[in-house]
């Protein structure tokens, strides 16, 4: 994929993500699962049953939800047998280009870091005013290629 085509197709991904960035989901303590099944009215056995599953396992797999130890395969069982679509989604808590330009500008300052640390042990230190431009064109230089190159630690 090319950085136009990057470029676009993270546009379209942040505009599905935006409605959902602005939920307040806040999990029941006791897990969606439970709560959905009470609020239906449904005993364990009878999830079980429209599970296909034991009895004994329906509260183990509520459990399980609540620690963040169950599968997406199991909470989706669970969701059709009580006729609901389990959502599953990452949610980035800012717009992808500000998690990218973020961390543009936090490799850019260590770059230029070190650039002036080096130019001051050879006692060619640069103005204020030069390292931040060197930063600002890293920065842009970063962004205008691949965001791979971002994610490496150098």
């Keep these: 994929m090319n950085i136009k085509q990057a470029t676009l197709a993270r546009k379209q991904l942040e505009r599905r993500l935006d409605p959902l960035r602005k939920l307040e989901l806040i999990n029941p303590p006791r897990g969606w699962m439970k709560a959905v ?19 004994s396992r329906i509260p183990a797999i509520e459990k399980a939800e609540v620690s963040g130890a169950t599968t997406l395969r199991t909470l989706r069982q669970a969701a059709a047998a009580m006729n609901c679509t389990l959502v599953y989604a990452f949610v980035p808590v ?24 080096t130019m001051r042990l050879e006692n060619q230190s640069l103005l204020k005013s030069d390292l931040e431009d060197e ?15 971002l994610w490496e630690d150098d």
Aim: proline share 5%; aromatic share 0%.
């Design 94 to 117: 800012k717009p992808l280009d500000e998690i990218l330009r973020e961390r543009a500008e936090e490799k850019a300052a260590q770059d230029v870091a070190r650039l002036d640390h």
């Design 37 to 55: 099944r009470e609020a239906l009215g449904m005993s364990t056995r009878q999830l079980a049953a429209r599970m296909g599953a034991a009895p």
């Design 135 to 149: 930063r600002r064109r890293l920065v842009d230089t970063m962004l205008g290629g691949s965001p791979r190159r």
